[in-house]
């Protein structure tokens, strides 16, 4: 079994809560609008680090990541993308299994024709009321299961 720690839209503000919720994960997965490399850097002290560039990202730092990332988890293809209106393709006809996406800061765990789209909401300052939150997904045996982490803040 693999465990994938699901962050995104941190804008800078990496919060003690999301560091343990992560804490012994094997790759951590960060959606965009990170808004600093220091988050990166925080994050690859507790695991494996594969993050896309979000709207906000504009600094320097910024033109490393990409704007979309293709990870294999355990055998099951991920799509890492910030905005998933940004998706232009059937993701299931590219083999991919989860959509990973933020953005919105809206927590969502969805699936459709058979690919889950998961999108952990916001882990840095809170917007309007909607909480603050992480995902863990779950591979075994070729299937993904993600579940909502809200933080305690």
């Known amino acids: 079994m693999a465990r994938v720690g699901v962050i995104s839209d941190t804008h800078g503000l990496l919060r ?4 343990r919720a992560l804490r012994g ?3 951590i997965v960060h959606a965009g609008d990170v808004g600093a490399l220091e988050v990166i850097e925080r994050l690859r002290a507790i695991a494996r680090v594969v993050a896309v560039r979000g709207n906000n990202d504009r600094d320097a730092w ?9 990870v294999v988890v355990a055998g099951v293809r991920l799509l ?7 998706l232009h393709a059937d993701p299931a006809a590219l083999g991919v299994r989860v959509v990973v996406a933020g ?7 969805d699936e459709r024709e058979g690919v889950l789209f998961l999108n952990p909401g916001s882990a840095g300052p809170r917007r309007f009321t909607l909480p603050v939150s992480v995902a863990m997904l779950t591979v075994r045996a070729g299937r993904p299961r993600a ?5 305690d803040v």
């Open 103 to 109: 953005h919105s800061h809206r927590p969502s765990v």
């Open 16 to 19: 003690p809560e999301a560091i």
């Open 25 to 27: 994960v094997d790759l």
């Open 147 to 151: 579940r909502l982490v809200t933080l």
């Open 80 to 86: 890492v993308i910030h905005d998933v209106k940004e």
């Open 62 to 70: 910024a033109r490393a990541p990409r704007e979309r990332e293709t």
